[in-house]
């Protein structure tokens, strides 16, 4: 089942891009559109790709107009071919002019990130890796953009430094030999319920994590071999991340070494947005 944002967060963030996009009205519409006028429009897809966004591209246009009437033709999550109607708009001419570029903005973003993941989730299956975001999300659009992730078949990681441990190459740089102690003196301090999660650069690295305790080992920019060889040593006692820069063509590879979760930071922080238009009849 998707897990769906909630709807005081997505009307927050839709309302500070209409005032960041609008702050005195829009003065094009203003002077060129009858404040009478009357239209209506389609949201078409310009390309094939994955759902994910309606209901942030209906939030920007009602809280631009209560009035507006969307009409939602494609459920999050479900593929779309080039031309499919995935909405209908209707309502004032300046209201749908006035919250055009945000709605679009948004759906198109989210749909790019929801495509994009579904390549990766459909290029590992039959292995049990998991494709999973991280925290390379634009700022103030991690909601939207995790559960576009989600509409496109993949997991979300910790969703902030207030999440989970993980320690990182800089904090273990910070801690030198001292890592086991220290995560073993973290695992008595924290909850029960806290997953703690390590990453390591080399081999040599992932007995001394392991002694500490970490639930999860990240395998961060590991060879294809000795990704392989970091699974047999790790030997079930944890859960395997692979990490580092993974991309479309490799993730098969990376997969099929045995590994738990696979990382892709490329899912929010490089997508592209997809082609998506408002067209008005």
Request: aromatic letters at 4%; a negative charge; one cysteine or more.
């Amino acid at each position: 089942m998707l897990m769906p944002m909630e709807m005081r967060e997505i009307e927050r963030v839709v309302a500070l891009a209409l005032v960041e996009d609008a702050p005195w009205g829009d003065l094009t519409s203003q002077v060129l559109v009858p404040a009478d006028a009357m239209a209506s429009a389609e949201l078409v897809a310009r390309e094939e790709g994955v759902m994910s966004g309606g209901e942030v591209f209906e939030a920007a246009m009602r809280l631009t107009d209560a009035s507006v009437m969307v009409n939602l033709l494609v459920d999050e999550g479900a593929r779309f071919a080039k031309g499919d109607v995935l909405a209908t708009v209707n309502g004032s001419a300046r209201s749908i002019l006035q919250a055009e570029r945000v709605a679009l903005n948004f759906v198109q973003r989210m749909a790019g990130i929801a495509t994009l993941t579904a390549s990766f989730v459909k290029a590992v299956e039959g292995t049990t890796a998991r494709i999973v975001d991280t925290r390379k999300t634009t700022p103030g659009l991690r909601a939207f953009e995790r559960y576009a992730v989600r509409c496109g078949g993949g997991r979300n990681h910790r969703y902030s430094l207030s999440d989970a441990v993980m320690a990182k190459d800089n904090h273990l740089a910070v801690l030198g030999s001292g890592v086991t102690a220290a995560l073993m003196a973290a695992k008595k301090a924290l909850p029960h319920t806290v997953h703690v999660e390590v990453e390591v650069d080399r081999l040599e690295q992932i007995e001394a994590v392991l002694a500490g305790g970490a639930d999860t080992v990240m395998l961060d920019n590991f060879s294809l071999d000795d990704m392989r060889a970091g699974v047999a040593q790790i030997a079930g006692r944890a859960l395997v991340e692979a990490s580092g820069g993974v991309k479309l063509e490799q993730v098969r590879a990376i997969a099929e070494t045995g590994v738990d979760v696979i990382s892709v930071g490329a899912l929010t922080h490089s997508v592209r947005a997809l082609d998506l238009g408002l067209d008005f009849a």
